[in-house]
């Protein structure tokens, strides 16, 4: 498990940020943060602020600890790392009982500073970028909010893609039984991707495309392939029966009726490319993941 809850006798008047560096040994950016996020309170189960001076009894903070099963990162400079996600795996928790994520493969070979620059889904396999430290990761979080990286993804879907295309469709939160599913809609964000067919597979009657998505609305790939009516192949939540969808969020789905129903054991869906200029150097990253 992930994180856990330790407990510490306090010093009696010292401030909270200090002990949290002095003796729980966190670094100034964790301690700030995890006092941010409310995870550190008092022997009397209340959270404690910035600034607070520490009187009698203890305190208890909940700790983050990383673990490893060996996908160390691809790359890495002093500011930043790059790592491959197979598909399945989570970018980070989505509780506190979750129990292994790419986060665990991040903070076990980078240290408690480093932190996500963006996120893909789980489903989804291929690059995602790391920042190593408070620098590094306020230049390329704002780059990522200017656009100023160009990602690009392949997808295997269902039918023949016979041209380049560009999709230019709303989306927005549905408001059918999945609410993590997402729906083009004239009431939702601008967003805008990039079809670009590779190759068609006759016997298959699916194609291999390239995807560049140009924003970054949550699935939006899955979304705007499946509304022209090219749903990527191995897909779980879109252009499926609600009923199998949400049967399949709640771990009730079989891997052999999941690849009979969706087309494949997994979304076939890859984000294989990234390229960015960092510290007046231009980086160009492929990855070496092939789907199955």
Known sequence: MPYVLKRFDVIKGERVEDFLVDVVKLSNTLALKLLQKGRI?????????????????YIEVSLFEAMTKGLNPIFQT?????????????????????????LDEIRYYLGSDASLVHRIDAETSGLVLVAKNG????????????????????AVVEGEVKEERLINKKIASSNGLIKLKMQTSQEGKESSTL????????????????????????????????????????DPIYGLDENFVD????????KNEREKISGASRLLLHAYYLEFSFLNRTYKFSSQQVFP
Not at 135 to 154: H, R, V, W
Not at 247 to 254: C, Y
């Open 41 to 57: 309170i008092d022997d009397k189960n209340r959270r404690l602020q910035k600034g607070q001076t520490l009187k009698t009894g």
């Open 78 to 102: 002093e500011h930043f790392a790059l790592f491959d996600k197979p598909s399945g795996l989570l970018v980070h928790p989505t509780a506190r009982s979750t129990q292994y994520t790419l």
């Open 135 to 154: 620098y590094s990761q306020f230049i390329l979080n704002e780059m990522f909010e200017k656009k100023a990286f160009i990602k690009k993804y392949k």
């Open 195 to 234: 079809i670009r067919p590779l190759s068609y597979l006759e016997s298959k009657k699916q194609t291999l495309v390239e995807a560049i998505p140009y924003t970054g609305r949550q699935h939006q790939i899955r979304v705007h392939l499946d509304t022209i009516g090219h749903r990527i192949v191995g």
């Open 247 to 254: 049967s399949f969020l709640k771990n009730r789905i079989e």
